[in-house]
């Protein structure tokens, strides 16, 4: 009875906006395009699993410029308060004020950041140094094709001008570049501290800031704990 009910006087529904994207009907490229614009959102979720498994205190740091990053965007909408384009051509929008773009900002944050740490914090510790840098030159590319790609599917699909997404980089850039600073200026030299602290230790909060390149020593010790187990277990088995 109470489902017959709410069928015959149905709610009004919303959708959640934040990962609402709309493009023309029969538009290949526009789907696409909604799909890349939708990578802020990944991004987001990306930095949530990082935490929760890895529990690394510059990883939380970033998300924590992202966060900030995300407070000066709202900050500068309501600020400027200034459209969008082609008011009433979307059904559900996320803010109702365009500039700067939210998901330009976000994007080009990322990627600065991730730049200035690929190139000024990460340093291979092995004789690489070719592969190194050519690893990361394309990772580079890749990020910036990606960044471009977002900015460009805010305008393509009406949800931003040009100028929207343009300044949207310039503040996200600015962001990343002073909290990537102020991250190793201020930040870094406290995180043994932090990482001291009894709820930190209960937590398994680390800090990994010492370690010049993180993903080879992770690799190296994981590899060497691995065939020091299979040795153990060989001599067990004899």
């Not at 840098?133 to 460009?152: E, F, K, N, P, Q």
């Amino acid at each position: 009875m109470a489902l017959e009910e709410q069928c015959s006087a149905p709610p009004r529904w919303q959708a959640i906006s934040v990962t609402h994207v709309e493009f023309p009907e029969g538009d290949l490229t526009g789907k696409l395009l909604a799909y890349i614009s939708l990578l802020p959102v990944a991004i987001l979720v990306g930095f949530v699993t990082l935490i929760v498994f890895k529990r690394e205190l510059h990883t939380i740091s970033f998300f924590t410029g992202v966060l900030l990053n995300e407070g000066v965007n709202w900050l500068l909408k309501h600020i400027l308060r200034e459209p969008r384009p082609c008011a009433g051509s979307h059904t559900t929008v996320y803010a109702e004020y365009g500039m700067p773009s939210n998901h330009s900002q976000l994007i080009w944050f990322f990627v600065v950041y991730f730049f200035l740490f690929l190139y000024l914090r990460m340093h291979q510790t092995n004789n690489a140094r070719c592969v190194d840098l050519l690893w990361r030159h394309v990772l580079s590319i890749i990020l910036l094709g990606l960044a471009s790609s977002v900015s460009y599917s805010r305008v393509y699909l009406l949800y931003h001008t040009w100028s929207q997404v343009f300044y949207g980089a310039v503040a996200g850039s600015t962001m990343a570049i002073i909290w990537f600073f102020f991250t190793q200026e201020v930040l870094t030299p406290l995180f043994p501290k932090i990482a001291a602290w009894p709820i930190s230790e209960y937590f398994l909060v680390r800090d990994t800031s010492l370690i010049p390149n993180i993903l080879w020593f992770e690799y190296t010790v994981t590899r060497s704990e691995a065939r020091n187990r299979q040795r153990k277990l060989g001599t067990k088995l004899q």
